[in-house]
């Protein structure tokens, strides 16, 4: 904390993230008597405001879009006292107690305990046509949105393990998928390339070596129509644009699957003792009993997309929220406890004199 920094209060729980893990976690630790504090981030409501609609989030047999099903859970946990706010969390000090919680914006707040629902991103070639087609037409969520393009050709961006079972998952719906992977070699395991090329065999997949994407078409209202693409023979084409030996083409596609990865967010928790994987995801306990969402640091509790680099559903996230508001709910019972044990007892109270 610096001099700059702002002192705005204490909170008992403060939750990082307004995704599904963490307004699951608002909504339970609100009905706990926890008073949770959640931070937005930079992108509130999390990755299901992405998505138009939500088929397989139980509960609703016609589906429901997933802005609506945030802004529902939003409502809910706000009835139950949860407090959603503006703000990044850049940063959690725990080498004392209470811990300490800096702002992007230099606010500094204090809190007993930490939920981390800050979730991941699903990494993007950053290219044009992204930004208006997310959502429509262009997704990073096979399992979520595959079923909307029943018969249509669908191209699988990636050349890693997620970009194979994408596209291997894909054939159950499009005419043709193609894989679109920027070098000659695939960095998927065998396993996972085997089963793409009995695919292959079959003609349910196409494979586009050397070949990178650089420009999706379409409009919100029609989806994805094709795109631009380029070749080059030795690879990684948009690092040559200018060589003779790039080509240029258009390819007409009615859907785009991004497979290039994911990038927890929880780098405020560098320094805190919290350990993560070799690619950036929160090692929580796991296991059959209770405290299944602990972190290293006691107070510190993970849950959704930032823990989970597997399943990345909205029920699994919704569930690990729903466990971590638990979990911080009998770390705080405990640290009570501890505390109201530790006061020092009252001074017995004087003889009341009978003169
Ligand atoms: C396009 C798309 C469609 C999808 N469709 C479906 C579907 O149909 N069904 C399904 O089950 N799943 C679907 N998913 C997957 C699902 O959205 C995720 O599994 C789920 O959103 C994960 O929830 P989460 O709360 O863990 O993380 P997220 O939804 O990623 O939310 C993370 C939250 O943390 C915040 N945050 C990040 N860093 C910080 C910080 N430093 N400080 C404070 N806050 C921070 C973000 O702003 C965000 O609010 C889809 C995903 C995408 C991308």
Redesign the pocket.
């Known amino acids: 904390m610096t001099e700059d920094d702002a002192f705005v209060e204490h909170r008992k729980l403060i939750v990082?993230?307004?995704?599904?893990?963490?307004?699951s976690a608002a909504i339970y630790a609100g009905r706990s008597n926890n008073e949770p504090l959640v931070?937005?981030?930079?992108?509130?409501?999390?990755?299901?405001t992405?998505?138009t609609?939500?088929?397989?989030?139980p509960g609703f047999p016609e589906g429901i879009s997933?802005p609506e099903l945030i802004q529902n859970m939003k409502t809910q946990a706000e009835r139950f006292g949860a407090e959603i706010d503006h703000?990044?969390?850049?940063d959690v000090d725990a080498s004392d107690r209470p811990f300490t919680v800096t702002m992007?914006n230099g606010d500094v707040y204090t809190a007993d305990a930490v939920i981390a629902?800050?979730?991941?991103?699903?990494r993007t070639l950053e290219i044009p046509g992204e930004d208006d087609l997310?959502?429509y037409g262009l997704?990073?969520?096979a399992?979520?949105?595959g079923a909307f393009f029943r018969d249509e050709k669908i191209l699988v961006v990636g050349g890693g393990d997620a970009a194979m079972e994408e596209a291997s998952f894909l054939t159950k719906f499009a005419s043709t998928v193609y894989i679109a992977h920027r070098r000659e070699e695939f960095r998927a395991e065998d396993y996972w390339i085997d089963r793409v090329m009995e695919k292959v065999d079959k003609g349910e997949i196409e494979i586009m070596r050397n070949t990178e994407v650089t420009e999706l078409h379409g409009t919100p209202e029609e989806g994805v129509d094709h795109v631009t693409m380029v070749r080059h023979p030795e690879g990684h084409p948009t690092e040559k644009l200018d060589d003779s030996e790039t080509e240029t083409f258009e390819f007409d596609v009615g859907a785009v699957f991004y497979a290039i990865g994911h990038t927890p967010?929880a780098?405020?928790l560098e320094g805190t003792g919290v350990r993560r994987d070799e690619e950036g995801y929160v090692l929580a306990k796991g296991g059959r009993d209770g405290g299944q969402t602990a972190t290293d640091v006691p107070g510190i509790f993970a849950?959704?997309?930032?823990v989970?680099h597997h399943?990345?559903?909205?029920?699994?996230?919704?569930g690990?929220?729903v466990k971590a508001a638990l979990d911080a709910d009998d770390y705080l019972e405990d640290l009570e406890r501890e505390e109201a044990a530790s006061e020092p007892e009252p001074e017995p109270a004087a003889a009341e004199s009978d003169d």
């Not at 849950?303 to 930032?306: E, Q």
């Open positions: 990082a993230g307004s995704g599904i893990s963490g307004l931070f937005e981030g930079d992108e509130p409501g999390g990755q299901l992405l998505t609609e939500v088929e397989n989030y997933g703000g990044i969390v850049e992007k629902a800050s979730g991941a991103s699903a997310m959502g997704s990073t969520c399992t979520c949105d967010n780098d405020y849950a959704g997309d930032v989970d399943y990345q559903q909205a029920a699994t996230a919704g690990d929220g």
